[in-house]
């Protein structure tokens, strides 16, 4: 069943119309000017419009026209009792799925709806499926995720219960998603729970489900993760937020391999790979007792450490690649080469947020830059500190934080002797050529920090 829109000013030929889709089981709402229908489609969702080119006032052509103007991308089909070679090929340039000609066959109609609707599906799962594989890949090139993918391929097709370490933003659930899809259970679902982001009171129901009427709000039968997960593997990311009460019974099942849902009066078998997941210290949580001794055994049993993105800086090039080819896609942009200065810089940043806010910090140089990154533009996207640098920590490799060390330096001085160099470069007991040099190694944008003189 589809939800139409019919626009065509003559009463009858909207009635017959309405009468034909009904009939065949569609919802059908009707307008008889272009400028009611306009109003429709922006406070209510259809699947399709049908819509007379000759009208009174705005005709159907000037209809489309501002339709696809206002971003509105549901199939046309357009209908005339006029109609020309000249108005159909306006018509497809405009964007039409089809050009009818009045007086219309019933039989040819419903056709024409059903073949529209089908090739609309078509499009939606394939833009779902180009934007699913590009949000699950895993895009890397240096050694340290070398090793790591390396890990995931050896213990992807076993049952072993898999713990993945590493701060918030490294990619946990695109790793625990590659385990799933190495495995045999890769025809199975792929379900996740974020402990952390579910109250306490409300965890115990989605991991188990709960019947009709068990507790205030129980309005419906709700089938918990586990079930949902049957065959296949669940995904519990921040394993070390969950309550301590809920830890129990999250042994319990795991050692059953059965989950009563609450208000049930029976255990239903479950055929789950349990894959979990935390940015904490789970020893140190076991011993401050918020975290039970026997699940952990019980989940650690093959650890994988996901290494920060300031220890894998080799990546950050097919990374900002990635992602600047994603937004431009998903935003119908085109995308900007990022110059090798830009990459440098991005290199030496920390990346406190990690993958994810290399992301954020792409698609804003993407919105921000008329033409290709640079440094420059960089430096304006990345987080500001008080000082006018931005905020990054002496990490990485000895090589990386030897030159944090030394820019941080030269910038204090700089400073301190109000951009002149001379000064700056006796202060640092350097010539003054040499210091010019390093401050251009460095990436320290000097007319910047004279203001653009």
């Known amino acids: 069943m589809a939800n139409l829109l019919i626009v065509d000013d003559d009463q009858n030929t909207l009635a017959s119309l309405a009468r034909a889709f009904r009939m ?7 307008c008889d000017n272009a400028a009611r229908a306009l109003e429709l489609l922006q406070t209510r969702r259809f699947d399709m419009m049908m819509s007379d080119v000759v009208m009174p006032g705005k005709d159907g052509l000037v209809l489309l026209e501002e339709v696809r103007g206002l971003g509105i991308s549901l199939p046309v089909v357009m209908i005339s009792g006029q109609a020309n070679i000249e108005m159909a090929v306006r018509a497809t340039r405009l964007g039409a799925a089809d050009f009818l000609e009045k007086p219309l ?17 078509l499009e939606e799962e394939n833009r779902d499926l180009r934007r699913r594989v590009g949000s699950h890949e895993i895009v890397y090139a240096g050694e340290a995720m070398h090793r ?7 213990v992807a097709a076993s049952e072993a219960r898999i713990c993945i370490l590493g701060e918030t933003g490294t990619g946990k659930e695109l790793i625990a998603r590659a385990l799933h899809e190495n495995s045999p259970r890769r025809g199975g679902p792929f379900v996740t729970l974020n402990c952390a982001a579910v109250p306490a009171e409300l965890i115990e129901s989605e991991l188990f489900g ?16 586990f079930e949902q997960a049957n065959h296949g593997t669940l995904f519990l990311d921040e394993v070390g937020d969950m309550p301590v009460l809920m830890q129990s019974k999250l042994l319990r099942v795991l050692e059953e391999r059965q989950v009563e849902r ?25 011993l401050k007792g918020a975290f039970r001794q026997d699940l952990y055994h019980r989940i650690f049993v093959f650890p994988l450490l996901l290494p920060p993105l300031r220890e894998r ?5 097919a990374l900002v690649a990635h992602f ?10 085109k995308t900007k080469p990022f110059q090798p200065d830009a990459i440098a810089e991005l290199q030496r940043y920390a990346w406190p947020g990690n993958i994810r806010e290399l992301r954020n910090v792409v698609e804003r140089l993407l919105l921000l ?25 002496a990490t990485g490799t000895l090589s990386q934080r030897m030159d944090f060390f030394e820019r941080e330096q030269i910038l204090e001085e700089l400073k301190r002797h109000n951009q002149r160099m001379t000064d700056t470069a006796r202060a640092l007991g350097l010539e003054r050529s040499h210091l010019y040099k390093k401050c251009q190694a460095l990436g320290i944008d000097l007319r910047a920090l004279r203001g653009g003189k």
């Open 313 to 317: 800086t080799d990546d950050i090039a």
């Open 24 to 30: 065949a089981g569609h919802e059908a709402t009707v």
């Open 262 to 286: 609450i208000g049930g009066d029976r255990s239903i078998a479950v055929d789950v790979r349990v894959v979990v997941a935390t940015h904490r210290n789970l020893e140190e949580l076991v």
């Open 369 to 393: 830059a008329d033409g290709p990154v640079d440094a420059a533009a960089v430096r304006l996207a990345l987080p500001a500190t008080a000082g006018g640098g931005y905020a990054q920590t």
């Open 210 to 225: 709960h019947e009709k009427g068990s507790f205030t709000g129980a309005v419906s039968r709700h089938i918990g993760r």
């Open 324 to 333: 600047a080819a994603q937004v431009a896609a998903i935003n119908g942009w």
């Open 148 to 154: 790591v993918m390396a890990q995931v391929e050896r």
């Open 105 to 121: 066959s019933t039989d040819k109609l419903l056709l024409t709806v059903d073949n529209t609707l089908k090739l609309k599906r």
